[in-house]
């Protein structure tokens, strides 16, 4: 657990860093998702499914380290918070919203007035969090999923917030 939000650095992710956005990863999706999404997303999200696509995003990935370790990270396509993630020894410390508060400036960076997210209905956490921090759900929408062989519709809620 993190003393202060003080000692949060964010940053740029690195390719070195990878392997430990893998395992936050990893871990933090099975924790939301595992019971919350269809039998086909969790067969397709194996171990390595991770390390791969930590690789492919880590140009759209920022770090929160606390000294000298990863502790989280958010990922940002276009106008989407593609993932949020906190390491679990790290959860309730204050991460989180840094995280989202740094995805928000990428997205209006990015040249979106609006930010957009998917969160599955089981994932009562998250649904929480992200309306504690001004996101509105607009609703039940089908998420088109990557998958080895396609994509995988699952179902979400769609979550948005203006950050312009």
């Not at 740029?12 to 936050?24: K, L």
């Not at 918070?81 to 995805?103: D, E, K």
């Amino acid at each position: 657990m993190v003393d202060s939000v003080a000692a949060v650095v964010l940053r740029a992710a690195r390719p070195a860093d990878a392997a430990t956005v893998a395992e936050i990863w990893y871990a933090g999706w099975g924790d939301a998702h595992l019971g919350n999404v269809p039998d086909e997303l969790i067969v397709a999200r194996t171990r390595e499914s991770f390390d791969t696509r930590a690789v492919q995003y880590i140009p759209n990935t920022t770090v929160a380290t606390v000294g000298d370790a990863v502790a989280g990270f958010v990922m940002v396509l276009g106008d989407e918070v593609n993932q949020v993630y906190v390491a679990a020894g790290h959860r309730g410390s204050g991460i989180a919203p840094i995280l989202l508060a740094a995805a928000e400036s990428r997205v209006r960076d990015n040249g979106h007035q609006r930010a957009w997210l998917a969160v599955v209905p089981g994932n009562a956490r998250a649904r929480k969090f992200y309306a504690n921090n001004g996101w509105s759900d607009e609703g039940l929408f089908m998420l088109d999923a990557p998958g080895p062989a396609g994509t995988i519709d699952v179902p979400c809620h769609r979550y948005v917030k203006r950050v312009d």
